[in-house]
């Protein structure tokens, strides 16, 4: 099967952290099928980024297994008319979309996130003639469908998309709270890599590795640094953690437009020495992030259920996460802590007492799904749409060729 990927968050050799989910699923079905990637750039990040004589090119790692990458400039109106984004991007690339479907001749057309990416995947798709599904993550269908314009946009690509993938039960109700038919509706989990996520090493290896402090506690957070992360949050709970004499370091692992008001807001709180930030670092060496740390945390006001935890687990590593989204569905009081959202207190009480040796325990005990299963069980999906497509025109067909006949009764 010929599959195309259209999605923003989609990595390149400059970028190999952005949207590893994404390019693992990518990778795990390039084992046995073909993917190419078409992966917009803002102009805003890609126009100083050609000025310099550079250009985007797929990472290594997706080469060798692979996987074909474009990553077209996409034009738009920064923070303004974002119901129009998807109009936007398509305008921004569809000469690229059209030579891939010309060239690459797919079967499907899988999207990552409702909007602006889903509608240009819904349009790729119909351009096409093959089917089409979006993957939404979170907040494109928990906090986009509420904001005026953008969320009927929202409506439109789940309604017309052949199908909706979503990353959890909790999204899956979610969408179909908007007004998707459940028919349409189907929870794929995502997966881990076991070669990279996995418990061969202990904490004090990984530590020593990473060059970090064995006398202290260390705390890891993984993500983008936007808002709804809440990272003040986080921030404000390692200042009750400090102030109660806990030795410890938070590692805040990413980066985003937050993170110069956060840097100022930790020097302010003179916290410099509990709340480092590390930066962008390589997908395989999360890992070894996650095998030194005592926990992940995470303080987010919106989630849908992110592979951050679940990848932390894989590595041996429990966690404290604000119980938000989809989070519960993974959470369990052998190796978790879920807390409030914006609540800084029983974020940080969380912290202190998920640090009990049994949490370390239960951790160890998680059986991660692994991305191979998420594959197998996309490309069935497309499988089951393509025989549906196929089916349909067969009636069409038949229709036409054997009009029904509605004579009176009596006739004859």
């Known amino acids: 099967m010929r599959i195309l990927f259209i999605s923003t968050t989609f990595p390149d050799a400059t970028s190999p952290a952005r949207g590893t989910y994404n390019s693992a699923l990518c990778a795990a079905l390039a084992r046995n099928h073909e993917v190419h990637a078409i992966a917009p750039r803002s102009f805003l990040e890609a126009v100083p980024f050609r000025l310099k004589g550079k250009k985007y090119q797929l ?20 923070r303004m008319m974002q119901d129009r984004s998807g109009d936007q991007m398509w305008w921004s690339v569809q000469k690229v979309l059209k030579e891939a479907i010309n060239n690459f001749q797919p079967d499907a057309v899988l999207s990552y996130w409702a909007h602006p990416e889903g509608e240009v995947g819904v349009r790729s798709a119909h351009h096409a003639g093959v089917p089409s599904a979006v993957i939404v993550g979170g907040s494109d269908v928990l906090i986009l469908p509420k904001l005026p314009k953008r969320g009927e946009r929202v409506r439109d690509v789940l309604l017309q998309s052949d199908t909706v993938i979503t990353v959890s039960d909790g999204l899956r109700n979610s969408v179909i709270d908007l007004g998707v038919n459940s028919n349409r509706v189907q929870t794929i989990y995502q997966g881990i890599d076991p070669t990279v996520f996995h418990q061969n090493e202990s904490r004090a290896q990984a530590q020593q590795k990473l060059k970090l402090n064995p006398d202290l506690k260390h705390f890891v957070w993984v993500g983008r640094m936007v808002p709804v992360k809440a990272l003040d949050v986080l921030i404000n709970a390692s200042e009750i953690l400090r102030k109660q004499n806990l030795s ?57 259920l992110p592979n951050v935890l679940r990848e932390s687990l894989a590595c041996g590593t429990p966690f404290v996460s604000t119980d938000v989204g989809s989070i519960s569905e993974i959470a369990d009081p052998t190796y978790s802590i879920l807390a409030p959202q914006q609540d800084e207190k029983c974020l940080a009480e969380a912290i202190n007492d998920a640090l009990a040796e049994s949490f370390g325990r239960g951790a160890t005990q998680y059986q991660a799904r692994v991305w191979e299963d998420t594959a197998k069980e996309t490309v069935e999906l497309f499988e089951r749409l393509n ?22 009764v009596g006739t004859r």
Not at 387 to 408: A, L, M
Request: net charge negative; proline share 8%.
């Open 248 to 304: 410890f370091e938070l590692h805040l692992i990413g980066d985003g437009p937050e993170r110069p008001r956060l840097e100022q807001r930790v020097a302010e709180l003179g916290l410099t020495e509990h709340v480092l930030f590390e930066g962008t670092i390589g997908h395989d060496q999360i890992a070894d992030w996650y095998r030194a740390a005592d926990l992940t945390v995470m303080s987010s006001d919106s989630e849908g």
């Open 59 to 78: 990472p290594v790692e997706l080469k060798e297994v692979g996987i074909s990458a474009s990553y077209p400039t996409f034009w738009h109106t920064p």
């Open 387 to 408: 025989d549906q497509r196929e089916q349909n025109i067969e009636s069409e067909v038949k229709e036409r060729i054997f009009p029904p006949i509605n004579e009176p």
